[in-house]
């Protein structure tokens, strides 16, 4: 008999993650307060829940996707008090990219009532989730990420165990902050290199095969027209939001002030892309930090 | 009958890439003002020449791999008008990395007198060097750099052409910055999930499978113990040195005010590996930076 | 006859301000867990009491001056509870530097148990607590702070309303963040003037009668000789500890990430001033930042 | 009989300071190429030349208030050759803001010709050209400025003598780039405290009587609305422009390269304007830099 998966939060991320789920044939009851979320994850064969509660009821696995670390405690413990209602033998995987220190407390108050929690931080952003090709960085018991691999292998094409409770958060947070800081610093390379004459596809095909190479000019050149896949090909729309990266670049400016870390360039990183949030540029892409480097029209 | 190749430069760099040419056949005349790196060139078979003037003559290649933009002025226009005594069926490729400025006048000159001058900065290192396995950036007429691929070849493995006259040089610093950039993110990254309890292989190992990959993650990890061969693991040693990057980082500066283009990361690394120069660190690899976020025992 | 105040926390802050009390009249009922502290305490003229709880049995006032946010919350709230051993009509003058979100906690918590709190967090250092000329920038109730004059006056010299709870908290870490930038900022001016030839006391004259003067520049000048009396004068000893600065930035940074402000310069303060902690500075004078510019010996 | 100022430049600046030469009684021969700023100084009393060279000819002074190093050296040696047609016994006074090799290039051109040649670049912007109020920053044979303070008094009140060729432009620059990193160090500061709830009044009365206290926020505060009279309270018009603070940021990070000096916060300074003058703020006030760190309308 199919296995049941309790998915909660079916936005941009979850919806898709859901669905792939649904294909590789568990029964998975859904949950969104967004009622047309809700409705659209129907179509593609979630069954509908109207409430948390009744998604976890008998779920052998227990999926969230939710936007930021108030939502997850709220959901699981502070407000809608969830883990009261899940059984002993699920399994509580939260995919949402909180902060570490709210990732081992649920964990932990999962633990005090006998029930198994993991985090599972993704990368790869809507892309990834609809393709199933997301990478996930676990944290947790070693046993429970290993329970965990049968539902997250239909999602994505990753599954890193990274440690005990919090480093599955830790380790996204890391690579999402070199990922910024690669990105403003190819960003910074090619508008120098073209305001000095040089042609960006010339000066991007060089740094690739050097030692400039990096992830974001590989897949996903900032300068409109090298790539005509890549969002700053199209004017910046798709792709991973700035207000996303600004909310990871927090997390990660959290972490290195609690842990007392320096981070210049991580520092500089959050602060460039928050400013180019304040002027407008909140729901594009991430590579148009670009345009920070170059004229208005 | 074998071509003859002069040479000027037979520091680090320059011998090694001296002795690839030898290897490939060529009559190679070298001249350096360090008589104990000329003498060492002659053991690799490099012909010893007393001046400049001595080895240019009858060349069919001028090679010259010098510290700086002055020296390369002072050799070819200034002090030793070199570019007077070159035949002009010679051709000229001046591997220094120098402001774009002074290889655009030295491109210039040579052309004043009928000389054919190209630029052809490298990447890679010693280590690229003794290998044969460098980079060359080159910039100025297009023909004149594919006459120079029979000199090259020998000492690399990747030749691009970035431009006109120049070009070279910029791309060859946005290159640089942007990996300066990229080592001090990794860095960051790393010392930040340390600090936060992850292991820096695991860590490590997730980051160059997601976005947060880059060339320094992949090959040059500047984490102690992460990379047994890499200059790391070794105390720092070898590779390419704080000085050498913190010269190319001014060299970036100079562009970017030049030509009105903001880099704040750029700019930041300048700093940052200017101050690690400062605080003992000039002859160490440039993956030292690490040392910048760690407690000093 | 003469009030009574508790003075909670006898450290190198608390020691001479409470002594300021016993001068100006009030019978200082003291505690410090630190043994050697309390007495030092005593022989300036302070009763010794054996517990929190005891000190503030009758107290007017209740006065504590902590380390940090998670004491304040302990002594008040989460271990000690002391909040229920305070008489309603005592008044609780918090002189901390906390987190903003604790000090509203903290007046939170005492109003439910009908106690009034303001927060008066402090900037003057030592020097200023010694000679009763303290800055105390305070938040909460505009009543209860008029209230709190009868004790601030006797220690300090500017008595600043900024607002209510938490207020006062975020006025002293803008104006600790602004500090840390001018006296960077200073201590590059200075170093490049001196780097090209320019002699820092003739520099430091021109910039502290022009519009780069700051309160560094005036009373504080980091670079060592151009004031005998200065901290950079004396191996960068006594003064505003390097640590101290760490904290009050790091407690600048939280309140930016949680109010989605962007501080480039801020920022960069709170890791140039760890880069300084981590390689040895962190007990030397704040001022010591110009050394962070400079060749190591 | 009144002395004879030739005044080359009459800009913003020059078109002022020239006016209160002629007001001190001097007689003012002025040439500018543009003939709009020409005619419009004649009405403040200046003498119309038709060239440089009628203009020097038997005047006592030559002062010049040029854009940039290379209308300097265009006008005095290269191009226009001025230095062969001024006097031995006149005095040259460049109060233009040069890099300071340019300043040296000057100075000692002229020394050759047997000419006395001083710079006295200026700070306290236009208010201070049409006041007489200029701070000058002089640099070279401290003879030679003594001899220039008749010029300099009637335009400004504070004649600095910063020490050889050079060191008024060096000085300058440091100044400036203190006063910049305050500047934007004062608008992060307001600007993290209003958007924790602090009223902008109230926290900037608190930093200027603290430890944060600069001359922008006494004289010139960045948030509209705290000064009726400075430039933020008037759209930020008038003042100092931005594209003219990235001309002195840029100035100073050429020096800090030429010295290798470290100025993380000055580099960061010269990026931040950068960003503010691509984005629409080049004509703009330099207080607007606190329009980068607020929502854009």
Redesign the interface.
Same mark, same amino acid.
């Given at each position: 008999m199919a296995k049941t998966v309790a998915f909660l939060g079916l936005g941009h991320m979850g919806a898709p993650m859901a669905s792939n789920l649904v294909t590789a044939g568990f029964t998975v009851k859904g949950f969104d307060p967004v009622t047309e979320l809700l409705d659209a994850a129907v179509e593609s064969g979630v069954e509908k829940c109207l409430s948390p509660r009744e998604s976890v009821d008998c779920a052998d696995f227990v999926v969230s996707m939710l936007p930021n670390s108030a939502a997850v405690e709220c959901l699981y413990i502070d407000t809608d008090k969830l883990l009261e209602s899940i059984a002993r033998d699920s399994l509580v995987i939260d995919c949402s990219t909180i902060a570490?220190n709210s990732a081992k407390r649920l964990t932990h108050e999962a633990q005090i009532k006998g029930i198994h929690a993991i985090e599972a931080p993704v990368?790869?952003g809507v892309a990834g989730a609809s393709k199933g090709t997301l990478?996930f960085?676990c944290g947790g018991d070693a046993g429970d990420v290993d329970r965990a691999r049968e539902v997250l292998e239909p999602m994505g094409s990753?599954i890193?165990?990274?440690? +005990?409770a919090?480093?599955g958060q830790?380790?996204k947070i890391?690579?999402? !902050?070199?990922?910024a800081?690669?990105m #403003?610093?190819?960003a910074?390379?090619?508008?120098?290199?073209v305001?000095?004459?040089?042609?960006p596809n010339?000066?991007s095909?060089?740094?690739v095969?050097?030692?400039?190479?990096?992830?974001?000019l590989q897949n996903y050149n900032p300068y409109p027209g090298v790539m005509p896949e890549a969002p700053a090909s199209k004017n910046y729309s798709g792709g991973f939001m700035v207000k996303l990266m600004?909310k990871d670049l927090?997390l990660?400016?959290? +972490?290195?002030?609690h842990?007392?870390?320096?981070?210049?360039?991580?520092? !500089?990183?959050?602060?460039?892309y928050? #400013?180019l949030s304040?002027?407008?540029g909140s729901d594009l892409d991430f590579s148009s930090i670009q345009k920070?480097?170059?004229?208005?029209d």
């Open positions: 570490a990368s790869g990478s960085m990753n890193f165990y990274a440690g +005990a919090g480093a830790t380790a890391c690579n999402n !902050m070199l990922l800081i690669q #403003i610093g190819t910074e390379a090619l508008q120098m290199g305001d000095n004459g040089l042609d010339v000066l095909e060089i740094m095969k050097s030692s400039g190479a990096n992830w974001s600004c927090g990660a400016q959290e +972490a290195a002030t842990s007392k870390s320096y981070t210049p360039l991580g520092s !500089m990183a959050r602060n460039l928050g #400013i304040l002027r407008g920070l480097f170059q004229t208005v």
